[in-house]
């Protein structure tokens, strides 16, 4: 049987593991990026966690999210031959007495109890204030972004599958049923280009907004801790004495660069829950690509066939992108329709 060749936009997070889903004897996929000039996923700390805190509760979907990139991210580390996705408990401290009951309260629900462990008794590093006590997550871990996308990289470099540069709609064409970039012809198209959505126009029309994040690497004096803290921040330990923590959440901030007033907030946080001096290893800015229902937003365009976008990872694209990407392969392959939840046709005009 003749593959079928398919050009995947953006080489981020949700790019990557697409190009991985593919069944290699039916497909073969080529990736084309610009160098990951806007790319979130460089940026992000890559954490993972299945609970909801305002509220306690089970984030949505958190069960069938976390199959899927179990199961994901457990094949493409044995074909790229590396380790990059981690569990790790994550300790949430409790800002008021009533977060403390709430969590009592709902840790003996079945289903949320199942991702909690009792932790009466345990303690956290001495420098951690924690006047009202912490709840313990034991399904919570984080992803090696960088590791996993420079690898998944050379993955493709070697094999002739990554075209480097900046994707140009002057050098698309759709002919006969068959699409065509830059003269090589191709079956599907699949745009995966994360915030910057808008720049291409056949999706633009996807509610699709830029969120601005900062996040700082530090190196402690004398904290130490081989698990992650979520205090509304986190302090997730990243390995040689570093550890990352973040992240802001900046509304309509333009100016992709990172600041000194995000810093002074994100220290000022962090000093209030460890007491301990830290030493800023580093500073990072990116976008989320958020869309206003939270949800990824997958699926063919609704006039042209065979063109597809596959974007919206907001700030979760390690739990969702997997599941998306199941979901966005077996449309193509079967015909399954994809969730009404993360599909793209909720934003179809009637
Ligand atoms: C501060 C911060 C912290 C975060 N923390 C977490 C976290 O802990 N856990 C989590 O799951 N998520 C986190 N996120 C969110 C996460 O980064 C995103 O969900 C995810 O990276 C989105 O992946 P993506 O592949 O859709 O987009 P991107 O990673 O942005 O990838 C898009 C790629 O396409 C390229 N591209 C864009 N336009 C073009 C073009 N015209 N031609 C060619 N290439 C193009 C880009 O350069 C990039 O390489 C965080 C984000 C930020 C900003």
């Known amino acids: 049987m003749q593959k079928e060749n398919i050009l995947i936009v953006g080489q981020g997070i949700a790019g990557s593991v697409l190009a991985f889903q593919f069944p290699e004897d039916r497909f073969h996929v080529t990736i084309l990026d610009d160098g990951h000039l806007s790319s979130s996923s460089m940026v992000a700390a890559g954490m993972w ?8 509760s089970i984030g949505w979907n958190s069960e069938q999210l976390l199959d899927s990139a179990r199961s994901a991210y457990g094949r493409i580390s044995e074909k790229l031959k590396i380790d990059f996705f981690y569990f790790l408990p994550l300790n949430r401290i409790f800002p008021d007495q009533r977060s403390a009951n709430d969590w009592d309260d ?3 629900e079945r289903t949320f109890g199942q991702f909690v462990i009792n932790n009466y008794g345990k303690k956290l590093h001495a420098l951690v204030k924690q006047p009202f006590g912490h709840g313990t997550v034991n399904h919570a871990g984080w992803c090696d972004l960088p590791k996993l ?8 470099s070697k094999k002739n599958q990554l075209i480097e540069g900046t994707f140009d709609s002057n050098k698309l064409h759709f002919d006969e049923d068959v699409w065509s970039y830059d003269g090589i012809k191709y079956n599907r198209i699949i745009l995966a280009i994360g915030s910057k959505n808008s720049t291409v126009s056949y999706f633009d029309w996807v509610p699709l907004y830029p969120n601005k994040g900062q996040v700082l690497t530090v190196r402690p004096k004398e904290y130490y801790s081989e698990e992650i803290l979520n205090y509304g921040n986190f302090v997730l330990p990243i390995g040689d004495g570093k550890y990352r923590v973040g992240g802001t959440y900046e509304f309509n901030d333009p100016n992709p660069s990172v600041t000194e007033e995000s810093k002074q907030k994100l220290l000022n946080k962090l000093q209030s829950v460890i007491s301990d001096e830290f030493e800023i290893v580093d500073q990072k800015a990116g976008y989320r690509p958020t869309i206003p229902d939270r949800r990824p937003t997958v699926g063919e365009h609704p006039n042209i066939k065979n063109l597809y976008l596959f974007n919206g990872f907001g700030s979760k694209g390690v739990m969702y992108a997997p599941d998306a990407a199941r979901q966005l392969v077996d449309f193509i392959m079967h015909g399954t329709p994809i969730d009404t939840d993360i599909s793209v046709r909720r934003y179809f005009k009637s």
């Open 106 to 108: 709902k840790s003996t």
């Open 49 to 56: 966690n299945p609970l909801s805190f305002k509220k306690p």
């Open 149 to 156: 996308l420079n690898t998944s990289r050379d993955f493709f």
